[in-house]
C-alpha cells in the first residue's frame, strides 16, 4: 500500500487494488493554506472542526465515515474507537476518534487530534505497522506525547501529522521538536509526499518518516 501525505492531517491510503481513503480533509480557514483536491472512495473525520472535516474538498462522492464504526469496504478495513481531543475528558474540545485501517495486511492508526496520553488507544494499536500522530501540541499532545505514543504502541513506522509549516498560520509547533527525540539514524526526511509502506516495513527496527505535503 501507499502512504501519500496531504498536509496537516491528511493522508491518503492507497491500496494495492486501487481503492483510496482520505483521512481529515482540511479548508485552508484554520491551516493557512489550501489542501490539494484529490478523489477517494471513503473519507475519515476525527472531529468536525474545519481543519479536520472538509469533506466538499475531496472529490469521488466517497463514503463519509465520522462516527463510531466498524466494518470493510472492498479490500479496505476500518474500525474506530473514541476518545478525546483534550486532556479534560472533552471539556475544552470535545470528542476526537482514532481511526484503524487494514489494508494489504498493513495495520495503520491515524490518531486524529488526540490530545492526551490515553493508555487505551495505545493498548488497542499496540504492534500496529503505521503510526499517523499528531506532534504540534498547543490544540493536541506535542512532540513529548507523540514520542510516548510512539514507544508505548512499537509502532514499526511513525508519520508526524498536525505541526506547524512555513506557508501555515496555525499555532502548533515544528516537526523537528519531535524527531529529535529519536536517534538520527531512525529519522527519513523523504523529498517525496508518498511512502509505499513494502520498501520500509521490511526493515528492522522503529522508523519515523517525514513526508512533504503532495500538491496538485
Not at 42 to 68: K, R
Not at 110 to 124: N, T, V
Not at 152 to 177: F, N, Q, R, S
Request: proline share 3%.
Amino acid at each position: 500500500m501507499k502512504i501519500q501525505y496531504l498536509g496537516h492531517s491528511s493522508f491518503r491510503l492507497i491500496s494495492q487494488m486501487g481503492n483510496s481513503v482520505v483521512t481529515d480533509p482540511y479548508s485552508g480557514k484554520l491551516t493557512g493554506y489550501d489542501m490539494p483536491f484529490v478523489n477517494c472512495d471513503i473519507v475519515t473525520v476525527s472531529h468536525h472542526h474545519d481543519d479536520h472535516d472538509y469533506i466538499e474538498g475531496v472529490g469521488g462522492q466517497p463514503a463519509v465515515l465520522d462516527t463510531e464504526c466498524e466494518g470493510t469496504a472492498d479490500d479496505i478495513c476500518i474500525k474506530s474507537y473514541p476518545t478525546f481531543h483534550d486532556d479534560v475528558k472533552g471539556a475544552k474540545r470535545g470528542k476526537n476518534l482514532v481511526f484503524t485501517f487494514l489494508i494489504d495486511g498493513i495495520k495503520i492508526a491515524h490518531l486524529g487530534d488526540i490530545g492526551f496520553f490515553d493508555i487505551g488507544i495505545a493498548e488497542k494499536v499496540q504492534g500496529y505497522d503505521v503510526l499517523l500522530v499528531p506532534v504540534g501540541g498547543n490544540y493536541t499532545i506535542d512532540a513529548a506525547g507523540a514520542k510516548k505514543y510512539a514507544d508505548a504502541t512499537k509502532a514499526k513506522l511513525v508519520i508526524p501529522m498536525h505541526y506547524a509549516v512555513e506557508k501555515g498560520t496555525i499555532d502548533i509547533g515544528g516537526v523537528d521538536k519531535f524527531t529529535s527525540l529519536f536517534d538520527a539514524g531512525q529519522v527519513f526526511v523523504l523529498d517525496s509526499d508518498t511512502v509505499e509502506t513494502d520498501n520500509v516495513l521490511s526493515e528492522e527496527g522503529q522508523k519515523v518518516i517525514v513526508l512533504q505535503q503532495y500538491e496538485d
